[in-house]
């Protein structure tokens, strides 16, 4: 079993930078992908981004690459997910998840949630 919490998000202008973070309780962090989707009011959650159980590969959606990214410290039990150049289309509810599927871009390949952080970006 895995618990996930994130924390980070807040009211934000255009063009600033944002950390989230996600902290896991529970053992074997370190054994699952973390990966960060997001939720618009009345849309699907949308893959953000990955990063493998070592730290030594990610994967961005086209739409942040560039812009965001994604860290991990095993030993603190904590993911990031670094955000520059915000804009309004980066409103959304973020979420960290972790999973040891293959299907990392998608919501089912993860076993595990957090509640989510709002993060509100006004022009």
């Known amino acids: 079993q895995v618990q996930l919490v994130e924390s980070g998000g807040g009211l934000v202008q255009s063009g600033v930078s944002l950390r989230l973070s996600c902290v896991a309780s529970?053992?074997?962090?370190?054994?699952?992908?973390m990966g960060w989707f997001r939720q618009a009011p009345g849309k699907e959650r949308d893959f953000v981004g990955v990063?493998?159980?070592?730290?030594?590969?990610?994967y961005y959606a086209d739409s942040v690459k560039g812009r965001f990214t994604i860290s991990r410290d095993n030993a603190k039990n904590t993911v990031y997910l670094q955000m520059n150049s915000v804009n309004a289309e980066d409103t959304a509810v973020y979420y960290c998840?972790?999973?040891?599927?293959?299907?990392?871009?998608?919501?089912?390949?993860?076993?595990?949630w957090g509640q989510g952080t709002q993060v509100t970006v006004s022009s």
């Open positions: 998840a972790a999973g040891r599927s293959t299907h990392w871009k998608t919501v089912s390949g993860y076993d595990y």
């Open positions: 990063i493998s159980s070592s730290g030594a590969n990610t």
């Open positions: 529970g053992r074997r962090f370190s054994t699952y992908a």
